[in-house]
């Protein structure tokens, strides 16, 4: 079946440590997105990539990092410098040309302990 | 940046009992998205609005394009226990698409 997969679900990270989320798609789409979710904060972009070896900056991006060298990767990195990196995060994509219609994993949980 | 408001930021009403949410804009949108996320799951397109004035439905949901671009309604009829969850308009202009804060429903058997 297509989709995107996101792994793990529930991620635990010492403080000061780095943790990379996963995320994959066999979609075949060419934009890819990371947000970020906190209660009664609703969805904020952390970063998109709209072809592979590009990626631009969210609204959020400061503490994080992305790669995008596969069509069908875009994992997250979670470095230390984000200062409170407790939260939900979700991974989508969309088709090629558009920005509508974004299609989400499952989510990751991460928690700092 | 663009925003989006949604009212009611939460919502707790009686099973069978119809629903109404909103969404507004600061700015037009040429396209009005409705996502529901059930808990501890991802968001789920459920309505894809294109053309102002629109009106479309899903099943119990029906969706509106406002006419000034600006604005979107989505109704739920009779209410049933798995409509609990949040559900967020989105509204891409041209860029990554833009979400508001969500309505949490909550349905009382």
């Known amino acids: 079946d297509g989709g995107i997969t996101q792994s793990p679900k529930y991620l635990f990270r010492k403080e000061g440590q780095n943790v990379t989320l996963s995320c994959e798609q066999n979609l075949n789409h060419d934009a890819m997105y990371w947000y970020r979710q906190d209660p009664g904060q609703g969805l904020r972009l952390i970063y998109y990539?709209?072809?592979?070896?590009?990626?631009q900056k969210g609204d959020i991006a400061e503490g994080y990092s992305v790669s995008r060298e596969k069509k069908e990767s875009f994992p997250l990195t979670v470095t230390s410098a984000q200062k409170n990196p407790t939260a939900f995060y979700l991974c989508a994509s969309s088709p090629t040309g558009t920005y509508t219609e974004a299609f989400f994993g499952q989510g990751t949980r991460l928690t700092v302990v | 940046g663009q925003q989006l408001n949604q009212s009611p930021q939460s919502m707790f009403i009686q099973e069978g009992e119809d629903v109404s949410m909103n969404c507004t804009s600061s700015?037009?949108?040429?396209?009005w998205l409705w996502y529901k996320q059930d808990p501890g799951e991802g968001p789920v397109l459920l309505i894809a609005?294109?053309?102002?004035?629109e009106l479309t439905s899903n099943g119990r949901l029906t969706a509106q394009f406002g006419i000034t671009r600006k604005d979107s309604f989505l109704n739920i009829s009779a209410s049933i226990p798995s409509d609990v969850g949040i559900y967020f308009c989105?509204?891409?202009?041209?860029?990554?698409?833009?979400f508001g804060k969500g309505t949490r429903l909550s349905v009382i058997a």
């Open positions: 609005l294109y053309k102002a004035g």
């Open positions: 989105a509204g891409p202009e041209y860029t990554p698409l833009v």
């Open positions: 700015s037009i949108f040429n396209t």
């Open positions: 990539s709209q072809i592979v070896n590009d990626f």
